[in-house]
Each structure stands twice: as C-alpha cells, then as structure tokens.
C-alpha cells in the first residue's frame, strides 16, 4: 500500500476486556515495530519484528501484551484484560529492513486506546 | 541504558522567526532521526542524520556524534511547523536495534 495503516483508528473498551490492534506495513517492507505514546508523553518502543520473528519482547509492558506477525506482513497487538494505563496512542511503522546503522522508518496514523 | 534528552521542552516562536532544537544522548548510537508529529498525531520523517549536516527546504540538522549531540534548525517558521519535534538515536547491540526517543520539543508558531 500508500503507506502504513492501522485499524481502528479509534477503540473504547471497558476495563478488563480484551483488545486487538492491527498493522499493515508498507508493501516490501521486512521490519515492523510497535510504539506507545501515552498523553503528552514521548514514545516508547514496544517491540518489533524481522520478518515473522521478534527477537526481544522484553520491551512489552507487561505478560498482558503480545503481539504476533504472520506472513512477513500484517501484524497485530493484542491487550488483554485491559487496564486504564493501557490507555495511549500505539503507533506502528515499517522498514525495509534492520541494519547495524538503522533505516528510516515509517509511521502509521495510530490507535487511540480508551480504557474506561 | 541510552538516554535521549530534548531541550527546550516547549517553544513559542512568532511566524518568520528561526530556531533552534537540541537533542543530546548519552552513549554513542548508531544513528539518530529527527521526526515532526503533526497536531493531528501523524509522525512524519525529518531526516535520517548519523552524522554531519542535511538540509531540506528551511529545515536543516546537524549531528556531531563524538560529542553526541544533534541540533535541528527551523528557518522563517511557518504557522504549519506547529507541533511536536522528537529526536530518536537508533542503538543496535548484539542482534537487535532500538529506537529511543526523546521527550520531545513542543513548538508553537503564532501567526
């Protein structure tokens, strides 16, 4: 595609739900990662994939969260039993690849998380 | 771990002024980007700056990663440069990479 989606744009959930985000990274690219952004607040790297594998998951809040990719394309992020800290923008974006040096990568619109 | 560090926090800048951002690191990286967050939340790519001075338009950004410091200039800012400035050092040890990024630069160009 053009460039990075997610789906939805928008999400209300009740406390202790689960919840599922999803990312679609550019076309070609084998890199994807995932970010929150709680209000106000700056980025924080949550996890990424080379290809359908993610090498270091420590990043990831807590057991609650996982987040898979399958066919070196469509990843998803997956809350479950949500929590009001949960709530924040999870921003997705794509690379053509990982290097030592890093590559530019590229942003999707983002999911807005409201946990109630 | 690596700490990336953005001053000032916030600025507000009368249209047709020029600026200047900083963003300082604490351990050397493999590389650095700046990125604009537009008000509407949309992350868009400054530029990609190991080292050395890149320039686009009335952006410009200079990296001086011995002294671990990146610098972004805005020339003759425009109302639409409103928004969120981050700085992100890309740190890659043993198989993996990450992007750390700073707290941001909240800027405010009024008309």
């Known amino acids: 595609g053009a460039g990075v989606s997610q789906s939805p744009s928008n999400k209300v959930t009740e406390k202790g739900k689960d919840v599922e985000l999803r990312c679609d990274p550019i076309s070609g690219h084998t890199a994807l990662y995932w970010y929150r952004q709680s209000l106000g607040q700056g980025l924080e790297f949550l996890i990424y994939f080379q290809g359908n594998s993610a090498p270091d998951k420590s990043g990831l809040p807590s057991d609650r969260f996982s987040a898979e990719r399958t066919g070196g394309s469509v990843s998803t992020l997956t809350i479950q039993r949500t929590q009001q800290e949960d709530s924040a923008v999870y921003l997705c974006?794509?690379?053509?690849?990982?290097?030592?040096?890093?590559?530019?990568?590229?942003f999707g619109p983002g999911t807005r998380l409201l946990v109630l | 771990g690596i700490q990336v560090e953005q001053s000032p926090p916030d600025l507000i800048l009368q249209e047709g002024a020029n600026s200047t951002l900083r963003c300082n690191f604490s351990d050397s990286v493999n590389n650095l980007q700046w990125f604009h967050q537009n008000p509407w939340g949309q992350l868009i790519n400054l530029f990609y700056?190991?080292?050395g001075t890149k320039q686009n338009g009335r952006l410009s950004a200079t990296t001086v990663a011995t002294e671990r410091y990146s610098l972004l200039y805005i020339s003759s800012s425009q109302t639409t440069d409103s928004g969120v400035y981050f700085c992100?050092?890309?740190?890659?040890?043993?198989?993996?990479?990450?992007?750390?990024f700073g707290k941001g630069t909240k800027l405010s160009v009024k008309p």
């Open positions: 700056i190991p080292s």
């Open positions: 992100a050092a890309w740190f890659y040890g043993g198989s993996q990479g990450n992007l750390i």
């Open positions: 974006a794509s690379s053509p690849s990982i290097t030592r040096g890093g590559v530019t990568q590229y």
